[in-house]
């Protein structure tokens, strides 16, 4: 069983369409997150939800917009795509905060033509 | 915010111990050390997390020195299927996140 998934594990779209990757996890987590992983391998925290909370919030463009349905679930939506966002996105989950393991998904890479 | 340094690339060959020191100068008092591993096309898996002194599991050991100012990952005899970059992260302290360095990229020979 898949503990952490995404999906689509690919996506290829052009510039100023709008696009969503699903997460959910398996394991009874009460944090999930959203990562970018840019073409230098620098991986980079975006959002982080507690219990369907929103408790992290980087320097990210409103364009991104996460929604947590329930704990199980922490999708990422993105409105009116840019070259720059191409990157490979990663779901985590872990029981508590950041001082706990992370589970990652195995990514989604959104490629913008 | 407490910043790793870790060396970019390491080549071994299958069956020797690896080490792989990170320095972390400006660690917080609440700060844990862990270690992921990540392999192409996949997410960073969980290898080992510590505090102080030293810690071990069936994949690794992890050294904490008493300043805590750096730590070493010692992955025993390793094979081919290691080779993947391994990332040291310091954290979370007080601002509630995990900070992923550039990692190092570790390359088994046979």
């Known amino acids: 069983d898949t503990a952490v998934s995404q999906t689509p594990k690919y996506l290829v779209t052009q510039m100023g369409n709008d696009k969503s990757i699903k997460c959910e996890q398996n394991l009874g987590h009460d944090t999930m997150y959203w990562y970018k992983q840019d073409s230098k391998k620098f991986l980079k925290i975006m959002f982080s939800?507690?219990?369907?909370?929103?408790?992290i919030n980087e320097t990210v463009p409103n364009r991104f917009s996460p929604k947590s349905p329930d704990k199980a679930h922490l999708n990422l939506h993105i409105n009116s795509l840019e070259l720059g966002d191409s990157a490979v996105y990663f779901c985590a989950s872990s029981q508590g905060q950041a001082d706990q393991p992370q589970h990652f998904g195995d990514g989604t890479r959104l490629s913008i033509l | 915010l407490a910043k790793t340094t870790q060396p970019i690339s390491m080549d071994s060959y299958e069956g020797q111990e690896v080490n792989i020191t990170c320095s972390h100068n400006n660690i917080a008092t609440n700060d844990y050390i862990t270690w992921y591993q990540q392999f192409p096309s996949q997410g960073p898996r969980f290898i080992i997390q510590?505090?102080?002194t030293k810690v071990t599991n069936e994949v690794a050991s992890l050294f904490i020195p008493a300043d805590r100012k750096s730590s070493t990952l010692s992955l025993p005899r390793v094979s081919l299927s290691d080779t993947a970059v391994y990332y040291c992260?310091?954290?979370?302290?007080?601002?509630?996140?995990?900070?992923f360095g550039q990692g190092t990229t570790l390359q088994v020979k046979p």
């Open positions: 992260l310091v954290g979370p302290s007080n601002t509630g996140k995990l900070i």
């Open positions: 510590g505090y102080k």
């Open positions: 939800y507690n219990n369907k909370e929103l408790i």
